[in-house]
């Protein structure tokens, strides 16, 4: 199975670290294809840079039909999610949902953990797009600054440990979110009294699981492909699968 693990910032580090976290769970017959954006910015932290993320991360995927069998849009706050689960016939999998769904299953108070409150507005859309306002704590940050979004993990490593703590004080799982932050819940579990949740590793592991469930992932009903329509100043390769012009091979998704 091809993996596509699509980082929609900027940022070569974040695909590093989302990459290396999500390696450490997934079966080893998983090969993991790790892309950064080149257009857009550093890091996503507003609902504007959202939505054009959201049109980069379908212009990424259409380069790259039929070298891949699912995809994990690694941002938390999913830019693009339902988009590219209605253009393409494959599981594409959001680092927030997946987070959030894993995290019903492991408590029954889920809370979010990040690194700045600028985030936290976008963030918790995420739980009512989902549904599960009930479930949800709250979000919780640290007081303090970082200086590079490459070194977030490294510079804020003590302020977040406390803050999963304080969140600890009302939600059994932690989920810590943001791209910067990937990694972090494996190594400081066991300074925190709840569980703490990788977003990137749950994603990881339910593209694979629904790549085994149902290798076309949501392609039916309201997910259906939509009809072709020509498109003006759109990316060639973008443009010309909205169109019906490019197709997807058959049997690209029976690896496993």
């Known amino acids: 199975m091809r993996l596509l693990l699509l980082n929609p910032n900027t940022t070569q580090t974040l695909t590093d670290r989302l990459a290396t976290s999500a390696r450490r769970v997934l079966p080893h017959q998983v090969e993991l294809l790790p892309i950064t954006a080149h257009e857009g910015f550093p890091y996503i932290s507003s609902r504007a840079e959202v939505q054009i993320a959201g049109a980069a991360v379908l212009s990424m995927l259409a380069d790259r039909v039929n070298s891949f069998d699912a995809a994990i849009i690694a941002a938390f706050g999913d830019p693009g999610l339902d988009a590219a689960r209605e253009l393409f016939d494959l599981p594409v999998v959001g680092m927030s949902e997946a987070a959030i769904l894993t ?25 009512t797009r989902t549904g599960v306002e009930s479930r949800f704590a709250g979000t919780f940050t640290p007081n303090a600054n970082f200086c590079s979004i490459s070194d977030v993990a490294h510079d804020l490593r003590q302020p977040l440990t406390e803050t999963c703590r304080r969140a600890a004080t009302h939600a059994d799982v932690v989920i810590l979110t943001g791209a910067p932050i990937a990694g972090l819940a494996r190594d400081i579990a066991c300074e925190v009294p709840a569980v703490l949740l990788d ?36 990316p060639e390769p973008l443009s010309s699968w909205i169109a019906w012009k490019r197709s997807r091979k058959k049997g690209q998704n029976d690896s496993t």
């Open 103 to 127: 995290a019903l299953a492991l408590g029954r108070r889920f809370a979010f953990v990040t690194f700045s409150p600028w985030l936290a507005p976008w963030y918790e859309e995420q739980v």
């Open 199 to 234: 977003p990137i590793q749950a994603a990881a592991l339910h593209a694979f699981a629904l790549h085994r469930l149902h290798p076309l992932g949501a392609n039916a009903g309201s997910f259906s492909r939509p009809p072709a329509k020509e498109s003006a100043g759109l």
